[in-house]
């Protein structure tokens, strides 16, 4: 992975902050698969405005979906929805099946420098990954590290997969950088927040603030705190509240957004 330059001051016209946002996209269908809404789903991106936007369950392509649905996309979906906004991209490939595949992505409006797809499968059909992406914002003297993360829905899986995605930030993100870490965590029982922060030195950004991690599936009435965004060395402006229309029907998970200030 790219290191971090040597320390520079910072110049007065850098970004001082980040507003990022993270959002399950389920391939771009609502819940239970009824109806293809991936152009619906990018426009209420785009509203957010978000700097970085950290994607989970992306399509590659599908053969299939792309001959029965007339708004199919010519492009990979991460292409798609980063078109014109987000001018810089990333894809980690997960799920690989006969008609096609699906992962992780990162979109940004910075340059992204370098990038690394960490499978951490357990075992199982179920195939998980971490993103690693590192961020370059003009006029700052260090690089910002982001991670985009999806966990397996088995307890067993999850507690290895925080452990390699600690293992990960030991060996790939300088101890002096910001890093923010943010996906679907699949993790109803809030057994990350202890993990990440004594392996990792993460805070979850909706914890610091509120007391507790913000609740985000099923979409259309959220009962379980599922998506985290967690960070390290940065500080926590506020968690955005999205309101609740359109975003219950564009995906079977509730989108999280920050501001993270850059220290």
Request: aromatic share 8%.
């Amino acid at each position: 992975m790219t290191h971090q330059p040597p320390a520079t001051p910072v110049a007065q016209d850098a970004p001082t902050s980040l507003k990022v946002m993270t959002v399950n996209t389920h391939k771009g269908f609502t819940a239970l698969n009824r109806k293809f809404i991936l152009p619906e789903l990018r426009d209420a991106v785009r509203t957010v405005g978000a700097d970085v936007v950290f994607l989970q369950e992306v399509q590659g392509t599908h053969e299939r979906h792309a001959r029965q649905h007339e708004n199919w996309p010519d492009t990979p979906h991460y292409e798609f929805l980063a078109e014109t906004m987000w001018p810089q991209f990333a894809y980690g490939r997960n799920a690989v099946y006969p008609k096609g595949h699906h992962g992780n992505a990162v979109l940004s409006k910075f340059p992204i420098v370098d990038f690394r797809n960490h499978d951490v499968s357990i075992a199982g059909p179920e195939k998980r990954g971490l993103l690693h992406c590192v961020l370059r914002l003009p006029g700052r003297p260090g690089d910002v590290h982001v991670i985009c993360a999806h966990l397996g829905l088995a307890e067993g899986h999850r507690q290895q997969q925080l452990e390699l995605l600690c293992h990960i930030v030991r060996d790939e993100v300088p101890a002096d950088a910001a890093l923010i870490v943010a996906g679907d965590f699949n993790d109803w029982r809030g057994r990350a927040h202890d993990v990440l922060a004594e392996g990792a030195a993460l805070r979850e950004v909706f914890v610091h603030a509120n007391g507790s991690a913000a609740r985000t599936f099923p979409s259309r009435f959220p009962l379980l705190p599922l998506d985290r965004i967690y960070v390290r060395n940065a500080g926590v402006h506020a968690p955005v509240v999205l309101p609740r229309k359109p975003w219950s029907h564009l995906s079977d998970h509730t989108p999280l957004v920050a501001d993270i200030e850059l220290v």
